[in-house]
């Protein structure tokens, strides 16, 4: 791999990504009851999206690839339709009242976070 | 398979200019190209992994939270960061092959293999902890139908908890398995810092498993922490 | 004087340097070689498949039972779908001929990873192994053996295929064993193409036939892992009761077959997209014309494949998806229609003022054109929702399902054999009896399936070892082209074999094609293929007054037009 910099700068890259991550990883541990109590799950993800996108450009040298960036952009774009289409099923789920799986979670809703 | 050192035979048009031809020997930019392919697939699996498990998360999304709440986050952190700095390690060692500090780069692999053990200790200990609280894989609690039952949502959250962490497990293992293999390689000179493409694509794989874990961590110890402050 | 590949020590070898003819063919690397093991195991699993079909067949020959019971039936149709589907159509033509041809077609020595082509064509010796024993079971209760195989069809669907005494969660190991054939064999194709290509051939400069490969490539390696996640999902249903499929514990049936068929159904448009690539190198070196639109094709392989991943609902209209879901797919599954018309228009239109020749290669691939269109058109009337509830697991769907693949995929597979045959042999076929089988082929798929579209739309049912009376004549018109049909397949596979055996030598080049896997020094071709790769400046179906426009000198690889 062709590459312009020093041994010194590309370990200060490193250390600057790390750095980052741990920033990132304790936000991660601190929001559910810090701030943004109701989208912890929307801020959870979106967190997880900056640090993949941080290892990915930088640990993984993604910088520059053109034809294997494509072909991550596509995989993600297919996991994507997967998800969305499969959102969409559920989320019109139309046999609700007919349904064991459904009618089981509503007598069960009770149940508490202290079960163990 | 050549018993003889390869040389790239040259290609000539018509009107005489000369091109290298590629040939699959010693084709870094192909061997990169084949692992990332090969990630892709990785990126699949866990894909439609992450997949079903929102398809139950829609469908039992106060479940979800419950038993995501009853997840131990202090080791779970720990283990987050322990695997954060062995994507570091694994990085520095490929960078000091790179630049011919061969011995440094295998302490930088060491490095990593201790902490990839490390990992697999916590999440052993965690694994304990869980089973000692009956939520265990077969145990009654995860079994539908039973009077022991716990909910549908809940067995299902268990369920996929245990097959993902698990299933990175594995991939743990195996990234040690390589590492010391690769170890091998370096001490066979058969990797040196002229020809690195193993050492390159395995430190691939290990972010790769810490890309996996960056999306497992939140989806399953997070999504509940705003309803306890973590721990059994 | 280079030799050719077929002759004893012209092969590099994985392991060593083995003496003896068996252990070089045992760890070859060379991709024709290994090329033509894959053929070699594979027919023996198609014959294995036609014969059980033939069983089925004759049983429904008459209403009532006649050679076997029920139970033995559902045996037969999954032991058929299972060899058909798994081991023999997935695989098929990428590791045929995508091993044989595609280096030779882009100039390349041999694949990008030969090493890993090997230990995958050994892996997918072990997943047939696996699949095998899955289908037998052998469960022993109380001292008492009881045997009993695999009846769930080849889906597998969930929640009864896991409940049942069957080895589902074997078999899935098989599928993903397979699968990891597959998507080893499709990334080293992927690398292949993009690397290895000879100097000056840009993608639009090569064959149609390598463009589909790179499609089907695509799809070998994003769809099948979806696979192993569903195995990992059903071992956890099987052993550790966790129910993510099984409703009675919460599970939802749908999601196995949503996720069963964003594999499977990817898979379909990896069977046909390199099969198409077959036809699009046979029409215009049998017409004496470059090809119309190779632009259009090769574009539409890619947008085939990339439509291919985002149709799959449409297997589970019937199954209790949502109604907005289904109108999705069905919308989408429309779109897959548009590229594939592209492709036949572009074909006829090569054929148009062409110099044809009816050798029989050409033959296939016209009877391809014929069998195809029924078998794509009825496809389109089963994407529309109203329509499918009706034709749903019906003979209709079974009859779309065998004009597409049959019809298509191995009829095309089959015109690959015939017009490859003398570059992988370097002999000559017996023309006249290839065109008897051909025609008894012909005769016989249409003469099998057709009555299946009228018995599925009055109403017959798939995977049924009874049937009301007036079904009668729909099944013996059916079970008499099944004779034909097989009497074909035999008369096709002696002529290959014998032929293979003490036919006429042929020489280099002999259909007059273009393509670069044909100017070979020596027929058939040497070890490392090509004795100089070519500098490539000119398209791949150049023909000028019905002869190849662009001529070399087979020992140096220098054009002399």
Known sequence: MATTKTYEEERAGYYKVLVGLLVLTAVTLIQPTMFLENATFGVQMLIGVIKAWMIVMYYMHMKGEKLIGASVIFAMFLVAFFFVIVMIDVNHFQFGDVSHITSEVTSAGGSSATDH | MSDHPYVPEIAVDREGNEYEVQGWQGDFFGGKFGFWLFMLTEIMMFGAMFMVLTYYFTLHHDDFINASASLNRTLGGFNTVVLLISALTMGLGLLKMRHGDVKGAKLMIWATILLAIVFLGVKAVEWTAEYNHGVFLGLPALQGGLPESKPFGEIMFFGMYFTMTGLHGVHIIIGIGLMLWLLKRINAEKVTPEHYILHFNLALYWDLVHLIWVFVFPYYYMIGAGLSTGGH | MSKSYLELGETHCAIGHPKTAFWQWMLTVDHKRIGIMYAAVMFVFFFVAVFTALAMRIELFAPGAQIMDGDTFNQAFTLHGVLMIFLFIIPGIPAIFGNIVMPLMIGAKDVSFPRLNWATFWLYIFGCLVALTS?????????????????????????????????????????????????????????????????????????????????????????????????????MEKYFGIGIFDPSKGGDPVLFQHLFWIYSHPAVYLMILPAFGIMSEIIPVFSRREIFGYRTIALSSASIAGIGYLVWGHHLFTSGMSDIAKTIFSFLTFFVAIPTGIKFYDWIATMYKGKIILDSPMLWAL?????????????????????????????????????????????????????????????????????????????????LWFPMFIAGYLGMPRRYFDYLPEFEIYHQVSGVGAIVIISGLVLMFYNFLSSWKSGEAAPVNPWGATTLEWYTPTSPPPLENHSKVPYVDFGPYEYHHAQPKVKFDLATMKRID
Do not use: C
């Open chain 3, 367 to 447: 009877g391809t054109i014929i069998t195809f269109a029924i078998g794509g058109l009825t496809g389109v009337t089963i994407a529309m929702v109203g329509s499918d509830i009706h034709l749903q697991d019906t003979y209709y769907s079974v009859a779309h399902f065998h004009y597409a693949i049959l019809g298509g995929v191995v009829f095309l597979l089959f015109a690959g054999m015939h017009y490859w045959f003398p570059l992988v042999t370097g002999k000559f076929y017996k023309e006249s009896t290839a065109k008897v089988a051909f025609y008894l082929n012909f005769v016989g798929i249409n003469l």
């Open chain 3, 135 to 235: 289908l037998f079971n052998f469960n022993i209760t109380e001292g008492e053996v009881l045997f009993n195989f695999a009846d769930t069809g080849w889906t597998f669907y969930a929640p009864y295929s896991l409940n049942t005494g069957t080895n589902v969660v074997t078999t899935l190991v098989a599928a993903f064993i397979l699968g990891m054939a597959s998507i080893l064999t499709g990334l080293n194709f992927l690398v292949t193409i993009h690397r290895l290509r000879a100097p000056g051939m840009d993608f639009f400069k090569m064959p149609l036939f390598v463009w589909g490969i790179y499609a089907t490539a695509w799809i070998q390696l994003l769809a099948t892992p979806v696979v192993g996640i569903t195995l990992i999902l059903a071992i």
